[in-house]
């Protein structure tokens, strides 16, 4: 399991350094490669360990292509999906163009959630992190399905 936050430095080359208590866990899952692809809500990436997407993307080719909005997701998703490798120092390289899609710089958010991650810069994860916590002081419902969950 991912979770938890972390600020990371990108560097110029697009490289960031994936925080040491997550490197076994994605060696173990998937010999430390990984799939990014882009978050179709939020301008963030999406990282999953390579099997973890492999299920995913299977699911996603299987649904029907003859449905516009099945279709336009099926682009979207898998057309972005970049292969990542975790090289030896531990980083992954992230592509330029889901870099400009999520408007990556140097400093970036790197979100657990469960069995994926989402990649943030800084400032957009920032701003949408106050937006939520604004929704949920005002009041915003719970989704039904978790509603029955004790935290």
């Avoid at 649904?63 to 970049?82: C, K, S, V, W, Y």
């Amino acid at each position: 399991m991912f979770r938890g936050s972390n600020e990371i430095n990108m560097d110029a080359k697009g490289r960031m350094a994936v925080p040491s208590r997550y490197r076994d866990a994605l060696l173990a899952q998937g010999d430390g490669q990984l799939v990014a692809t882009i978050d179709i809500e939020d301008r963030c990436l999406l990282l999953y360990p390579l099997p973890a997407w492999q299920e995913i993307e299977t699911q996603i080719a299987r649904l029907p292509t003859f449905n516009p909005d099945t279709r336009r997701l099926q682009r979207l998703l898998i057309g972005h999906a970049r292969e990542l490798d975790l090289d030896g120092n531990g980083r992954v390289l992230i592509p330029p163009e889901l870099r400009t899609y999520a408007g990556l710089e140097k400093q970036v958010v790197l979100v657990g959630q469960g069995h994926r991650f989402e990649l943030w810069s800084a400032d957009n994860w920032g701003v949408r992190r106050e937006e939520w916590l604004a929704e949920a002081a005002g009041g915003r419902a719970i989704p039904a399905e978790m509603q029955s969950l004790s935290l």
